[in-house]
C-alpha cells in the first residue's frame, strides 16, 4: 500500500509539472500573417510579382532588389526615414524593371539584381544609421 502511495505522489507531481504548458500550448493559435514592426502600412507587391510562375521568380526578386535599392538611395539622398520614404509604392521599380530589364535573360537579370544588391547594401549603413535616429527601423 505505501508503494502504491508513494507511486500516485510521483505520478502527480508529474502531471502536475507538465500539465500546465501542455494546457498553454493548445491555446496557442499560430498566425500566417506577418505584421513587421515598423512601417506596418507597406504597399504590397504588385499583383504580377505575387502569382509569378517559380520558374520565372528571378524577375520578382530583381524588382525587390530594385525596390530595396531605391528605398536605401531615397533615405540617404533625403536624410528622412518616414514611411513613405522607406516604402514607397512599387511603380517607380516596376518602371525600372519594365524600361531597363524586362527584355534581358536569366542570366543577365540574375548579374543585374547583383548589382542592385550590391549597391543597397553599400547604402545600408548610412540609410540604417538615419533610420535608427528616426525609430524606424
Known amino acids: 500500500m505505501k508503494y502504491q502511495s508513494v507511486v500516485l505522489t510521483w505520478l502527480t507531481a508529474v502531471l502536475g509539472l507538465i500539465a500546465p504548458p501542455l494546457m498553454a500550448e493548445r491555446n496557442l493559435v ?3 500573417e506577418s505584421i ?7 504597399p504590397n507587391e504588385p499583383d504580377w510579382m505575387k502569382n509569378i510562375a517559380l520558374r ?3 524577375q520578382r526578386v530583381l524588382v525587390q532588389d530594385i525596390y530595396r535599392e531605391q528605398s ?3 533615405i540617404v539622398e533625403t536624410g528622412s526615414c518616414d514611411c513613405a520614404t522607406r516604402f514607397p509604392t ?5 518602371g525600372t524593371f519594365r524600361e531597363n530589364h524586362a527584355d534581358a535573360d536569366r542570366s543577365e537579370m540574375l548579374q543585374v539584381s547583383d548589382t542592385y544588391n ?7 549603413p548610412q540609410a540604417q544609421a538615419i533610420c535608427e535616429a528616426a525609430g524606424n527601423w
Not at 90 to 94: I, L, P, Y
Open 30 to 32: 499560430p498566425s500566417l
Open 36 to 42: 513587421p514592426d515598423v512601417c506596418p502600412e507597406r
Open 56 to 58: 520565372d521568380a528571378y
Open 72 to 74: 536605401m538611395e531615397r
Open 90 to 94: 512599387w511603380d517607380k521599380s516596376e
Open 118 to 124: 550590391r549597391r543597397a547594401n553599400d547604402l545600408r
